[in-house]
């Protein structure tokens, strides 16, 4: 691999899948020189980019030393937790704008992130992760059913279920579902949360939030079906919900940069989910996109390349963004697994649904493919404005 290492617009971005296909296309219009990274040859995202680095965006050493010989001035990914430490490991190394080691690493493990909610006297479920049953056992007098049980390195709800009781054959089956998607074999189990789960994207200039948008999550179980805004939480929550993503990531000295959210909300407490230094996946940047007119794969890039980042004020309505209609998205996938025989094109979607404006195929005819179980076997998604309160309408002609 030839880089051009002499070029001070070189930027390097970990993935190349579809989630990460738009934020490559973007860059390079932008005017960058891009190398992609992705163990997968033939990933969309390859065909965008200048070069391509046959890697796994996981290995920190052979990541950095291609970055380190080819120059790059930034790096960054799109919709990907597993490449952040990586993305903070080689930005530690090279001293490129950007998060610490320190902070992705404890965003991007469940286990270690409660462990930093609970040290740091954040609010927090009360938890706690084992790599047996026998290790698991032990501690089951600290918590009370109901109970999630999660893989503490997985995502895209991969492995995730939830338990009604702590009898001995349900504890098995969601404890070895969950180590099954876990890359080092551990599960976290914490108490189950009441309140209203929401989602959304931000972007964090100086530790503060210069933009957020919190979106209406929508959900089947554990599988994300979709997001919308405007969100369903009071303005006065989503206040509470900014004052704890904020103080979170100023005790992680995370000043600058995209940030992803999971938040529950309740009348007593607003307690994060799950947060990462990335853009959204499922089309949340797509969505608030449209609904804002801001582009946060745009921001991400420009900050990960040390570019000065503001946004016009006419993005903001106070702390929040001014809507100014609802849009929203739709995940889809197969209820059974098998050979995908049809699914319908975009001028066949528009005929039943014109409000769609991007849709997003992963799969065609002939693939094979597995039970919509997780957000890693979607077939694709869709977004779409509506009419407010009509969300649920346009999904059903969707289907």
């Known amino acids: 691999m030839n880089f051009n290492s002499n070029n001070r617009m070189h930027l390097m971005i970990l993935g190349a899948g579809p989630f990460q296909a738009s934020g490559i296309k973007k860059a390079v219009e932008m005017g960058y020189e891009v190398t992609t990274v992705d163990y997968l040859p033939d990933s969309i995202g390859n065909q965008l980019s200048h070069h391509y680095v046959n890697l796994s965006t996981t290995d920190f050493e052979n990541v950095f030393s291609a970055a380190q010989r080819a120059g790059i001035k930034g790096i960054c990914t799109f919709s990907s ?3 952040i430490p990586t993305v903070g490991y080689v930005c530690d190394r090279l001293g490129l704008p950007g998060l ?15 462990n930093f909610q609970h040290s740091e006297g954040l609010n927090h479920p009360i938890f706690f992760s084992a790599h047996s049953l026998d290790e698991l056992k032990i501690n089951l007098q600290t918590i009370k059913p109901p109970c999630i049980l999660k893989p503490v390195d997985a995502s895209g709800s991969r492995g995730i279920s939830k338990i009604a009781s702590l009898e001995h054959e349900e504890l098995i089956k969601a404890f070895s579902y969950a180590k099954r998607h876990s890359r080092s074999g551990m599960v976290c189990i914490e108490e189950s949360l009441e309140g209203i789960e929401i989602g959304g994207d931000g972007f964090l200039i100086d530790g503060r939030f210069s933009f957020v948008a919190i979106t209406q999550k929508h959900m089947n179980g554990f599988v994300v079906t979709g997001h919308s805004l405007p969100t369903n939480i009071s303005q006065l929550d989503q206040g509470r919900v900014v004052e704890e993503l904020e103080t979170a990531c100023a005790k992680l000295n995370y000043k600058n940069g995209s940030l992803n959210f999971d938040v529950m909300v309740s009348p007593k407490k607003v307690v994060i989910l799950e947060m990462s230094a990335r853009n959204g996946g499922n089309g949340i940047p797509l969505v608030i996109n449209q609904d804002t007119g801001v582009d946060l794969e745009v921001l991400t890039i420009r900050s990960a390349m040390g570019v000065k980042v503001s946004l016009p004020e006419s993005a903001m309505n106070g702390k929040f963004p001014t809507v100014g209609h609802c849009a929203g998205s739709y995940v889809f996938g197969s209820t059974i697994g098998g050979t995908l025989t049809s699914i ?39 977004v779409f404005h509506f009419d407010i309160g009509k969300y649920s309408d346009t999904i059903q002609r969707l289907k």
């Open 344 to 382: 319908a094109t975009l001028n066949e979607l528009l005929e039943t649904v014109p409000e769609v404006t991007h849709y997003h195929l992963f799969h065609k005819s002939g693939d094979k493919i597995s039970p919509f179980e997780h957000n890693g076997n979607l077939l694709g998604y869709a």
């Open 100 to 114: 610490s080691f320190n902070a992705a690493r404890i965003m991007s493990s469940k286990h270690t992130f409660r």
């Open 81 to 83: 937790d597993v490449a």
